[in-house]
């Protein structure tokens, strides 16, 4: 029912931003929760960021909050994940994806993924 796909990745020096963008395919999609995962190499896919359908709630990773920004248009079915004082440790592949879940920040609770789109912050 949905389809998500991520753009906006790329290279930035630490302390650069960057903002990513999620388009989404499907009439339902502005009724799903709509999260951010990153993933490193070697490491498991984590938590970032999520946004409810309304927009009204909000929640951040520890480690991204109060730098990242998660916001959503539905009018124009998209996502956004707007990044600031980047770090490093941001480095990964960043992944949209979209369900109707209260877990938030579980991976196993999404439906539908985006096929990902690189970050890589310099020192």
């Known amino acids: 029912q949905v389809q998500l796909a991520e753009s906006g990745g790329g290279l930035v020096q630490a302390g650069g931003s960057r903002r990513l963008s999620c388009a989404a395919s499907?009439?339902?999609?502005?009724?799903?929760?709509a999260g951010w995962f990153r993933q490193a190499p070697g490491q498991e896919r984590e938590f970032v960021a999520a946004?409810?359908?309304?927009?009204?709630?909000?929640h951040y990773a520890d480690s991204v909050k109060g730098r990242f920004t998660i916001s959503r248009d539905n009018a124009k079915n998209t996502v956004y994940l707007q990044m600031n004082s980047l770090k490093p440790e941001d480095t990964a592949v960043y992944y949209c994806?979209?369900?109707?879940?209260?877990?938030?920040?579980?991976?196993?609770?999404?439906?539908?993924w985006g096929q990902g789109t690189q970050v890589t912050v310099s020192s």
């Open positions: 946004i409810a359908w309304s927009g009204d709630n909000t």
């Open positions: 994806a979209a369900g109707r879940t209260d877990y938030y920040a579980a991976v196993f609770a999404y439906n539908y």
């Open positions: 499907g009439r339902t999609f502005s009724t799903y929760t």
